[in-house]
């Protein structure tokens, strides 16, 4: 198995393209009208962008294995003075991975995008707001996921009782939320998380293992497959979940803190990207949601301030450079 992951694990920046299909028929195709097969499942574009290349069916033999999902974990917030930090797992199917990638360089090329996408790079640009919107209307419209939890670090005891040992109390809240996402997705998951300097150079491994384990103590099956940390500049999955872990994190800092002000595209995102999930904020947390799932943490945080459903809404325009 470990051979086949690993090769798995190298096919990733190979530029094929097919298309898909959508698990969500109420949020990702009720909002087209439409039934073709590049809405159904296809990783469309935002009304306002241009077509990608053409999408052909092409699978290579390598990407044909038993694992259904390669799962891209990234956080934001957990050094400095923020009030929270957010961890976000970006769900791709096995057979679409390649054709996530090349979606994923196509919009880089569109907005002007240099370098790895990050969410501490999006400054003062249209392209840098754009490509932030442009990726959450990927994950709305195609067959990926995306689930994430925001811990305000004040009520949270392990946080804040054991300071000396943090590290500890952030995999806690890592492992809650891969078990959620196994739990929902009832699939077969290789999970790759963005390298960390840890006291402890085995919590990816112990991550995983703890995971399953409180899956099989709920009668589900062991899914997850492995968990290891890696160079997100050699994995596009780990790039676009740090874009979407650092805005749904900033949007609540942003609660926590009315009176803080981020970069203007920035902002300038926050607002799209709200209006795209058909709220007025980026602060909400979701029902339980296979597709797109915020979870606010600990118990006390649900709710607040408030939980709101997910009513897509595509027909957002681009941002303007007069706007930045």
């Known amino acids: 198995m470990l051979t086949i992951n690993r090769m798995l694990a190298s096919t990733v920046f190979k530029q094929t393209k097919g298309t898909g299909s959508s698990s969500n028929k109420a949020l990702k195709t009720t909002p087209f009208g439409r039934s073709d097969a590049f809405t159904r499942g296809g990783f469309a574009m935002m009304p306002h962008a241009t077509a990608p290349l053409s999408l052909m069916l092409y699978f290579t033999q390598s990407m044909e294995t038993q694992l259904d999902y390669l799962v891209y974990g990234d956080e934001s917030g957990t050094t400095g003075s923020d009030r929270c930090y957010s961890i976000g797992l970006l769900c791709v199917t096995k057979t679409k991975v390649n054709e996530f990638n090349q979606y994923v360089l196509d919009l880089k090329k569109k907005r002007g995008i240099v370098g790895e996408l990050k969410w501490s790079k999006i400054k003062n640009s249209a392209g840098q707001a754009n490509i932030c919107i442009d990726l959450l209307s990927m994950v709305l419209r195609s067959s990926c996921c995306f689930h994430s939890i925001i811990v305000e670090k004040s009520i949270y005891n392990n946080w804040t009782t054991d ?78 979940v740090d874009i979407l872990t650092g805005a749904v994190n900033s949007g609540y800092m942003k609660f926590l803190k009315p009176e803080l002000t981020l970069s203007v595209a920035k902002e300038a995102a926050f607002i799209k990207m709200a209006a795209m999930l058909g709220w007025d904020k980026l602060v909400y947390d979701t029902y339980p949601n296979k597709d797109f799932n915020i979870w606010h943490f600990p118990s006390e945080n649900r709710s607040r301030p408030a939980t709101k459903a997910i009513v897509p809404n595509f027909n957002i325009k681009a941002v303007h450079q007069s706007e930045i």
Do not use: P, W
Not at 181 to 202: E, G, M, P
Not at 215 to 234: C, H, P, Y
């Open 163 to 240: 300071k000396t040992d943090r590290e500890k109390a952030f995999y806690q809240t890592y492992t809650y939320l891969l078990k959620n996402t196994a739990k929902q997705l009832k699939s077969k998951l290789i999970v790759l998380i963005d390298q960390k300097c840890d006291k402890y150079k085995k919590n990816d491994e112990v991550m995983g293992i703890v995971a399953n384990n409180m899956l099989a103590k709920l009668g589900s099956d062991r899914t997850i497959q492995e968990v290891t940390m890696n160079d997100s500049k050699e994995h596009l999955g780990l790039q676009v």
